[in-house]
């Protein structure tokens, strides 16, 4: 069992920038690829970011490309998000998950995610 925490958000206003962090409590961090998907108040959880188990492969949503980045650091068994300019429209409860494998031609996909964290708020105002 992966326990995932994530940390890092908070309020922010429009133009400004977060990074998120999301720690691992498996050594075998290095074997995961992981995700960031977000829940904005009334909506339906969607995909943000996406890294490979060796930080090699990077993936963005079209909304967040050219404004966040994701990154890890595999001997710290920490995941980042680092969010710029941000919009009010980015306004959500951000999780990170965890899935074994390396099929990142499933990175959106949800359901196929093994593990989730507890999200944290992120509030951008105008």
């Known amino acids: 069992q992966v326990q995932l925490v994530e940390s890092g958000g908070g309020l922010v206003q429009a133009g400004g920038s977060l990074r998120l962090s999301c720690v691992a409590s498996?050594?075998?961090?290095?074997?995961?690829?992981m995700g960031w998907f977000r829940q904005a108040p009334g909506k339906e959880r969607e995909f943000v970011s996406a890294?490979?188990?060796?930080?090699?492969?990077?993936y963005y949503a079209d909304s967040v490309t050219g404004r966040f980045t994701t990154s890890r650091d595999n001997a710290k068994n920490t995941v980042f998000l680092r969010m710029n300019n941000l919009k009010p429209e980015d306004t959500a409860v951000y999780y990170c998950?965890?899935?074994?494998?390396?099929?990142?031609?499933?990175?959106?996909?949800?359901?196929?995610?093994?593990?989730w964290g507890q999200g944290t708020q992120v509030i951008v105002s105008s």
């Open positions: 498996e050594s075998t961090f290095s074997s995961y690829f």
């Open positions: 998950a965890a899935m074994l494998g390396t099929a990142a031609y499933l990175r959106a996909r949800e359901d196929k995610y093994d593990y």
């Open positions: 890294i490979s188990a060796s930080g090699g492969g990077r």
